[in-house]
């Protein structure tokens, strides 16, 4: 047996050394192979692999023609008789394919929609019949895409067609993209710049809606402001402009009136805090103004207490010896504002005075 071995060695070399290869056809011409160094030398466009290591091709998947949803076809010979070989695309599963008994198969794929752009490679993990090496080649021809893009329709709405200024987020503006036929539910994931005037936000699209808002006083008083969207296009989807027409303006706050009063325009020296000030603020529109929790800031003299609204009305009340005997000390009190409305300043003339009272012990 030794000497039967030792004769045919050179036979048993000639057998190992048979090669193995895949052919590989893309569709469409956006796979652009690339050669890989190996040796032996690969044929034009295509790959070599050692033994057992699978036997790959780099490819591009072309930014410029997206190849998505295209289809790839893989034609095999050489792998081990009703064995299974398992294609990737990049670290993508393409699906697999059984030989038939001589090695061969042949199998088309869809390349994923979510397959990322750039270079990658097609691969085919399996084991070779005879030893040797794997060849993959990449043969390109050009056909026409698989599907076109679906035509889209873009419109825009907003939740109110005015907003206070300093109050302006509070106003959404919503972006739907609707397909003009087929895809159910529209595009997701998507982002849609919305433009209101001068300023914008950014939706990002969950079936075909989506919607964002502007900041707080982003756009000055006035309008009206012109709201559209622009719908860029993906790879399943054709781009579009809002075809609606809409307007958005920018009001001011509206205004407010203050007042205010004192239980008593009197005090004594070291008993000042026994005297109640209170701030009354309403909007000169009329009606309850809600402006439950805004503070006031109302003003003696040189001394000053914070008052808190409740139903328009707050009161507060200075230290015990935060004013020297003397006066009249005016009283005033200044409202802010807050983000549904304007400040204002007490109009009317209160006076306050401090006189000596009682000696402390």
Known sequence: MARFISRNRRAFRYIGAVVAFAVVSVVPA???AGPAAAIPTP???GCVS???VPASCALTLSSSVDPRGSTVVIDGTGFKPYSHVALFLGSTYLGSAF??????FSVSEVIPYYAPLGSTYIKAVGTNMLGGYLVLYAHLYIVPPRHTKTPTTTQVYESQSSGTYGNENSVAFTVVVTPDYGHFGGPSGDLVTINIGSASCVATLFHGAGNCSIGASDLPIGGPYAVSATFAGDFRFAGSSSTNTLNFAVTGKPGTATR???SRSFGFYGLEN???FTAHVKPTSGGYSGLDGDSVTINIGTASCVATLYHDYGTCAIGPDALPVGGPYPVTATFAGDASYGGSSSTNTVNFTVGRGPRRR
Do not use: I, M, Q, R
């Not at 030989?99 to 061969?104: F, I, P």
């Open 99 to 104: 030989t038939n008994g001589v090695g061969d």
């Open 50 to 52: 050692p033994t057992y």
């Open 260 to 262: 205010v009063f004192e």
């Open 30 to 32: 956006a796979l652009v």
């Open 274 to 276: 026994e005297v109640g």
């Open 43 to 45: 044929p034009p466009n």
